[in-house]
């Protein structure tokens, strides 16, 4: 007990008094944290929207000006000609433009079906969408006033009782209904930071004792293979519960997102998840004899496993064997757990499936590399 | 004479390159043995399997009647070892590195204390406790690294290479510190590529190419041989194998 204690003494100090180290530990959650809350955000708004207009009516101008208060579109002036579009379009101007033919007002006058164009830039597949989104809604409004009036009209000429069917559409949204994407970037966080920094601090505080030449001295004191194992992650898995904390009140305080479920279980999630990237981190330390190989190992690890992980882009939109594959990611089933956590307050009895994934994956990893290290140091 | 090191048809081999080649000798308790060769003669990987770093190919050993092959880790309980590179942390401080390795080695805090005093007279560092070990110039390395080498009182040290990039007068101390321990009854086995360093020892063993060439006093060499110094000695054992 004593020879682990002090193990774990002295990886602290070592780790504290290294100024890279502190910065790694302390600057990289803070930086993710401000870059994730406010930069990072998949809201989409202020859309650059162009009016070409050849039909200069009252009804043109209320259709964009509605677009505009809105919020979500940007006036972004006019253009008047495929030449100017193209223009406007390549230029960055704009994102969407909007093409009022002629005789847009007098076929709505008339009572006949009036056309507006949209065309959009498309090489952001993503904002297109939205602002397809967002417009069809505006129009589809409109198309509802029209009706109504339409109707009142009729009503008045005939005084006749007239029935007009209508569905009404109310979208609820449960779990985000602000729909901010810090709330959903945030608790993603946790695992973003926890994977980098544990998994980086495991295998470079191992590495750095074979570049010294220190483990050697390690191996002929009298410390169990397991006495080493447990003497080294025990400091940076207490390093990696500090960050958890750092970021639930930093997200709580700072970009105001509340924390749903219960504390308690979102910290024994992360232990069980730390459980696997401190096993990794003790994995490519056997397999590294430079702290350099042992970064680069890490990054190359650490990469995709956030990109199919699901921490931005969903899961199920994946080839299904890139799918198969995300199932071995500890990430996936933390991502799953956090948010749940966070933002639906789930608990135990809801998530049990992907503690226990995270529980068995951890573990696996552990004794394999736990297993190596030992064959390593006789 | 009761043996603390005993070793037989050691034999080390690395793919189709043999470090040490089916060697034979043995250490008697409070001895200082000399092992003397050139870089890459087999010394360091001799010394790596006595001490259970390094799994041997064949032949067998014995340290303090424990066998190399599989009671490695009751040998670890009674050898202090010193590697080439001075293993110490560089960003742990003095006395942080003698606590450290007091603590892995089993050692009360009292204990500990005890020894450190002892080490910081030893290694002249008394007033430098608090001083950055990566600083210190290489005499003082040297001897921290001998120090928290053998911070647990051990029957054997084995020390590789302990001079290698240290001034003459920090050498002279160092043998002097190795000759005090050995006459309080610790063995010591070391390497060294010095040949001056030769008449420091009790005994030597002069390995080349994994092979043990000669071995005996260096009274008894020279004699045998007739020849006025070691050095010539090594030189013409070589030139005859070439």
Same mark, same amino acid.
């Given at each position: 007990?004593?020879?682990?204690?002090?193990?774990?003494?002295?990886?602290?100090?070592?780790?504290?008094?290294?100024?890279?180290?502190?910065?790694?530990?302390?600057?990289?959650?803070?930086?993710?944290?401000?870059?994730? %809350? *406010?930069?990072?955000?998949?809201?989409?708004?202020?859309?650059?929207? /162009?009016?070409?207009?050849?039909?200069?009516?009252?009804?043109?101008?209320?259709?964009?000006? #509605?677009?505009?208060?809105?919020? *979500?579109?940007?006036?972004?002036?006019?253009?008047?000609?495929?030449?100017?579009?193209?223009?406007?379009?390549?230029? %960055?101007?704009?994102?969407?433009?909007?093409?009022?033919?002629?005789?847009?007002?007098?076929?709505?006058?008339? %009572?006949?079906?009036?056309?507006?164009?949209?065309?959009?830039?498309?090489?952001?597949?993503?904002?297109?969408?939205?602002?397809?989104?967002?417009?069809?809604? &505006?129009?589809?409004?409109?198309?509802?006033?029209?009706?109504?009036?339409?109707?009142?009209?009729?009503?008045?000429?005939?005084?006749?009782?007239?029935?007009?069917?209508?569905?009404?559409? #109310?979208?609820?949204?449960?779990?985000?209904?602000?729909?901010?994407?810090?709330?959903?970037?945030?608790?993603?966080?946790?695992?973003?930071?926890?994977?980098?920094?544990?998994?980086?601090?495991?295998?470079?505080?191992? =590495?750095?004792?074979?570049?010294?030449?220190?483990?050697?001295?390690?191996?002929?004191?009298?410390?169990?293979?397991?006495?080493?194992?447990?003497?080294?992650?025990?400091?940076?898995?207490?390093?990696?519960?500090?960050?958890?904390?750092?970021?639930?009140?930093?997200?709580?305080?700072?970009?105001?997102?509340?924390?749903?479920?219960? &504390?308690?279980?979102?910290?024994?999630?992360?232990?069980?998840?730390?459980?696997?990237?401190?096993?990794?981190?003790?994995?490519?330390?056997? &397999?590294? #004899? =430079?702290?350099?190989?042992?970064?680069?190992?890490?990054?190359?690890?650490?990469?995709?496993?956030?990109?199919?992980? %699901?921490?931005?882009?969903?899961?199920?939109?994946?080839?299904?064997?890139?799918?198969?594959?995300? *199932?071995?990611?500890?990430?996936?089933?933390?991502?799953?757990?956090?948010?749940?956590?966070?933002?639906?307050?789930?608990?135990?009895?809801?998530?049990?499936?992907?503690?226990?994934?995270?529980?068995?994956?951890?573990?696996?990893?552990? &004794?394999?590399?736990?297993?190596?290290?030992?064959?390593?140091?006789? | 004479?009761?043996?603390?090191?005993?070793?037989?048809?050691?034999?080390?081999?690395?793919?189709?390159? =043999?470090?040490?080649?089916?060697?034979?000798?043995?250490?008697?308790?409070?001895?200082?043995?000399?092992?003397?060769?050139?870089?890459?003669?087999?010394?360091?990987?001799?010394?790596?399997?006595? /001490?259970?770093?390094?799994?041997?190919?064949?032949?067998?050993?014995?340290?303090?009647?424990?066998?190399? #092959?599989?009671?490695?880790?009751?040998?670890?309980?009674?050898?202090?070892?010193?590697?080439?590179?001075?293993?110490?942390?560089?960003?742990?401080?003095?006395?942080?590195?003698?606590?450290? *390795?007091?603590?892995?080695?089993?050692?009360?805090?009292?204990?500990?204390?005890?020894?450190?005093?002892?080490?910081?007279?030893?290694?002249?560092?008394?007033?430098?406790?608090?001083?950055?070990?990566?600083?210190?110039?290489?005499?003082?390395?040297?001897?921290?690294?001998?120090? /928290?080498?053998?911070?647990?009182?051990?029957?054997?040290?084995?020390?590789?290479?302990?001079?290698?990039?240290?001034?003459?007068?920090?050498?002279?101390?160092?043998?002097?510190?190795?000759?005090?321990?050995?006459?309080?009854?610790?063995?010591?086995?070391?390497?060294?590529?010095?040949?001056?360093?030769?008449?420091? /020892?009790?005994?030597?063993?002069?390995?080349?190419?994994?092979?043990?060439?000669?071995?005996?006093?260096?009274?008894?060499?020279?004699?045998?041989?007739?020849?006025?110094?070691?050095?010539?000695?090594?030189?013409?054992?070589?030139?005859?194998?070439?």
């Amino acid at each position: 007990m004593r020879r682990i204690i002090e193990l774990v003494r002295k990886e602290f100090i070592q780790t504290l008094r290294d100024k890279r180290m502190i910065g790694l530990i302390f600057v990289a959650p803070l930086l993710q944290l401000i870059m994730l %809350g *406010y930069a990072v955000t998949t809201d989409v708004k202020h859309i650059a929207l /162009c009016v070409w207009d050849n039909d200069r009516s009252r009804e043109s101008r209320e259709l964009v000006s #509605k677009a505009v208060v809105s919020g *979500y579109f940007d006036d972004s002036g006019t253009v008047g000609s495929d030449e100017e579009m193209e223009r406007a379009f390549k230029s %960055g101007r704009s994102d969407l433009v909007i093409y009022f033919p002629p005789e847009y007002s007098k076929r709505i006058k008339r %009572g006949e079906k009036a056309k507006v164009e949209l065309i959009a830039d498309g090489s952001d597949s993503n904002l297109t969408n939205i602002a397809f989104g967002y417009m069809g809604q &505006i129009i589809n409004l409109e198309n509802n006033k029209l009706q109504i009036e339409n109707v009142a009209r009729l009503k008045a000429a005939k005084g006749a009782e007239i029935k007009v069917p209508l569905i009404e559409l #109310k979208p609820r949204v449960l779990y985000n209904p602000e729909m901010k994407s810090a709330n959903y970037m945030i608790p993603g966080e946790i695992g973003l930071i926890l994977t980098l920094i544990t998994i980086l601090l495991t295998s470079m505080s191992i =590495t750095k004792e074979k570049e010294s030449g220190t483990i050697e001295q390690l191996i002929v004191s009298p410390l169990r293979s397991s006495e080493v194992i447990i003497g080294k992650t025990i400091p940076f898995a207490v390093i990696g519960m500090l960050i958890v904390l750092f970021i639930i009140t930093g997200g709580i305080f700072v970009f105001n997102i509340t924390l749903k479920g219960n &504390i308690f279980t979102l910290f024994f999630a992360s232990f069980l998840f730390l459980l696997n990237t401190l096993g990794i981190g003790l994995f490519i330390s056997t &397999i590294s #004899k =430079t702290q350099q190989q042992a970064m680069l190992s890490s990054i190359i690890f650490i990469l995709p496993s956030i990109m199919i992980s %699901g921490f931005a882009f969903p899961v199920s939109n994946m080839p299904i064997e890139i799918q198969w594959l995300s *199932y071995l990611l500890p990430l996936r089933y933390f991502f799953i757990i956090i948010r749940g956590i966070f933002l639906k307050g789930a608990g135990f009895a809801i998530l049990w499936p992907e503690m226990l994934a995270l529980f068995l994956l951890g573990t696996t990893v552990f &004794i394999l590399a736990a297993l190596r290290f030992r064959k390593k140091l006789s | 004479m009761q043996m603390s090191v005993q070793v037989n048809n050691l034999v080390k081999t690395f793919g189709s390159f =043999t470090a040490v080649d089916d060697i034979t000798f043995s250490v008697e308790k409070g001895e200082i043995f000399g092992f003397i060769g050139p870089n890459g003669a087999g010394k360091s990987t001799t010394i790596r399997m006595l /001490c259970g770093i390094l799994d041997q190919t064949s032949g067998a050993g014995t340290v303090e009647g424990f066998s190399i #092959k599989d009671e490695s880790e009751k040998i670890k309980s009674v050898i202090g070892y010193m590697s080439q590179k001075f293993s110490l942390y560089d960003d742990l401080t003095v006395e942080e590195n003698i606590n450290f *390795y007091g603590g892995i080695h089993g050692l009360s805090r009292a204990e500990t204390k005890k020894r450190k005093d002892w080490i910081l007279e030893m290694a002249g560092l008394r007033g430098k406790e608090k001083n950055i070990t990566g600083a210190l110039s290489g005499g003082w390395r040297q001897r921290l690294s001998l120090g /928290c080498a053998i911070i647990h009182a051990p029957k054997v040290v084995f020390l590789d290479e302990p001079t290698a990039g240290v001034d003459p007068i920090s050498r002279r101390e160092f043998w002097s510190l190795i000759r005090g321990l050995a006459d309080s009854g610790t063995t010591i086995f070391v390497t060294t590529h010095y040949m001056d360093e030769v008449e420091f /020892c009790d005994r030597i063993a002069m390995i080349y190419k994994g092979k043990i060439v000669a071995m005996g006093t260096p009274l008894e060499l020279k004699t045998a041989n007739k020849v006025v110094n070691l050095e010539m000695l090594f030189v013409n054992l070589i030139r005859s194998m070439e």
